[in-house]
Nanobody, 127 residues
C-alpha cells in the first residue's frame, strides 16, 4: 500500500492559489509529524511546512510564511497545503512526507529526517 499520495498540483498565474492534498494510509497517518517539501530543478529539496499530527502545532518556512497554510483532517487521514498569492519562485515538485519516529527532528524540516514520501505533484506558477 502506497503510504502517501499527493494531488492538487497544476499550473496557475502569479497571485493565484492552489490546494494540495496528501492522502495517507491509516498506518502512515500515525506518524509523529508530516510535512510538505518542494524541489525546483537544480535545487535542493526544501521543507516548507510541517504539522505535528497529535498536537496540531505547525511550522511554516520563512519563504512561504503568510501565504501557505498546512492543515490536517484526522478523520480522513489527509494532509493539506493551501497556497495563496503564488509566485513564480514557488514553481517546483511538491512532496508530502511523514516522520514515523518521535523525537525533536521534525523542525527544521530536513529531508533525511522523514522516512515516508509520496511521489510528488507538480506546481507551476507563471508570471
Amino acid at each position: 500500500q502506497v503510504p502517501l499520495v499527493e494531488s492538487g498540483g497544476g499550473s496557475v498565474q502569479a497571485g493565484g492559489s492552489l490546494r494540495l492534498s496528501c492522502a495517507a494510509s491509516a498506518y502512515t497517518y500515525r506518524a509523529y509529524c508530516m510535512g510538505w517539501f518542494r524541489q525546483a530543478p537544480g535545487k535542493e529539496r526544501e521543507g516548507v511546512a510541517v504539522i505535528y499530527t497529535r498536537g496540531g502545532s505547525t511550522y511554516i518556512a520563512d519563504s512561504v510564511k503568510g501565504r501557505f497554510t498546512i492543515s490536517q483532517d484526522s478523520a480522513r487521514n489527509t494532509l493539506t497545503l493551501q497556497m495563496n498569492n503564488l509566485k513564480p519562485e514557488d514553481t517546483a515538485m511538491y512532496y508530502c512526507a511523514a516522520r514515523g519516529i518521535s523525537g525533536n527532528y521534525c523542525v527544521p524540516p530536513l529531508e533525511y529526517n522523514y522516512n515516508y514520501w509520496g511521489q510528488g505533484t507538480q506546481v507551476t506558477v507563471s508570471s
